[in-house]
């Protein structure tokens, strides 16, 4: 385990000065979303709310007494990452050298502790130990906020209220029935804990005491938390000894504007439609998975059909990049190949936040509705960027990359 630096949990109004004081609320005060009623209010609004829903009125105390809100929490929720990072450099880091080979110690250290997950869960150790590895570093990197105040914090600002509020809830069933004390919750800034990064109603859902000793200690104990991420995988529909994902070839001429990446088929449909594996065949029980095509970059770069263990993987991180780079670190753990994708347009990244905005603004512009202009391209907007290719001669693959963006600018400007 690493020295996490601790955050004060309670903060004793005696004990603070008057400098700390207005350093905290000049911190806060050019912060937009900071709410119009002060903190305190919400803070004992709520510790009122809990007692009154029968928490023990000295866990209330232990969470609540005294705390102040964290501006640097404020910060981070409301400012987006301007540039979005290409998927192969997201997995160039996540299956990089050192994260292999620090997995592989880091799983030999533990070997019987995963065996007997394994078992008892039906869900791959080298799986556990590419989630272990991308969550925390393998134990190493936890977070050091006080998860209390973040969730406070959050709860506040308002913007996720009644979903911080429920955590804070789940915080208070923890200390309740011992599985955490008030000093063990230290996590992200956003509230996700220990090794396998729980957020705390997910802890009181899927959190397993694994050895036996009366706690679910994800942030010491390596079989609690690589048992608590099995028995989430497992619940979430995990298939013992099912791939995740095959890297696909595409035919010429593929039909992409009648391709949805929520539609499923089985294999056997697939390959009736000319799709093959990049390398080799398919095997007969190949033909009979379940499998949604994902095409993350555009139809120039690498496809895969996924099945039912990468949706389950999607349920602890709904994240395309992250499933991925989950299955390249196990498979480079079982077999000392990650057998990465390659053939990624490095010269068509995705687009950055303020180009989305501009692009969702021109394709409306255009009589494409994109559903909305927040910089987010989701469903909606990946719907009007097909209908755009669709109406240009492009291929309609619904890829928010360059390419797209200096053809929808241009197409704007030549109205």
């Known amino acids: 385990m690493p020295n996490l630096v601790r955050f004060p949990l309670r903060l004793k109004a005696a004990g603070r000065s008057a400098l700390a004081g207005l350093v905290l609320a000049s911190s806060l005060a050019g912060l937009a979303g900071a709410q119009d009623i002060p903190f305190t209010a919400w803070r004992d609004g709520f510790a009122s709310d809990l007692r009154s829903e029968g928490v023990d009125p000295a866990i209330v105390s232990a969470m609540l007494d005294g705390l102040e ?25 996540a299956v990089s050298d050192a994260r292999v080979s620090n997995g592989q110690r880091a799983a030999a250290g533990i070997s019987d502790t995963l065996i007997g997950v394994e078992e008892r869960f039906e869900v791959d150790r080298h799986i556990l130990v590419g989630i272990w590895g991308l969550e925390s570093a393998y134990g190493e990197i936890q977070g050091n906020f006080d998860v209390v105040r973040s969730l406070s914090t959050l709860a506040w600002e308002g913007r996720r209220r009644g979903w911080a509020e429920s955590q804070l809830r789940a915080v208070a069933q923890m200390i309740a029935r011992g599985y955490a004390s008030r000093d063990d919750l230290l996590g992200s800034w956003a509230g996700a804990m220990g090794q396998t990064q729980f957020i705390p109603a997910t802890y009181m859902e ?3 005491d694994f050895d036996g000793d ?28 099912e791939p995740v994902f095959t890297q696909v070839s595409l035919p010429q001429g593929f039909d992409f504007a009648g391709w949805s990446e929520s539609q499923r088929r089985n294999v056997a449909d697939w390959a009736a439609l000319g799709i093959s594996p990049a390398s080799g065949e398919w095997a007969a029980d190949d033909l009979y998975r379940s499998a949604r095509l994902v095409i993350p970059a555009g139809a120039n770069a690498p496809a895969f059909l996924v099945y039912r263990n990468f949706e389950a993987l999607l349920r602890y991180n709904n994240s395309t990049a992250y ?33 989305s905005r501009e692009l969702q603004e021109a394709l409306a512009r255009l009589g494409y509705d994109p559903g909305g ?43």
């Open 69 to 93: 809100p964290d501006p640097t929490v404020i910060e981070r929720d409301q400012t987006q990452p301007e540039f979005v990072r290409p998927i192969w450099q997201y997995l160039e880091g």
């Open 206 to 208: 899927r959190a397993v």
């Open 373 to 415: 202009l927040d910089g987010v391209v989701g469903p909606n907007t990946r719907r009007a960027i097909r209908a755009f290719q669709s109406a240009n001669g492009l291929e309609p693959d619904g890829y928010a990359g360059l390419a797209l963006y200096n053809a929808v600018i241009a197409a704007d400007a030549a109205r």
């Open 214 to 241: 009366g706690r679910r200690d994800i942030w010491r104990n390596e079989g609690d938390a690589l048992g608590s991420a099995a028995n989430l995988l497992a619940r979430a529909g995990w298939e013992y000894g």
């Open 323 to 355: 499933a991925l780079g989950v299955a390249y670190l196990a498979r480079a753990f079982e077999t000392g190949d990650a057998g990465m994708a390659t053939g990624w347009p490095t010269d068509n990244p995705p687009i950055s936040r303020s180009q």
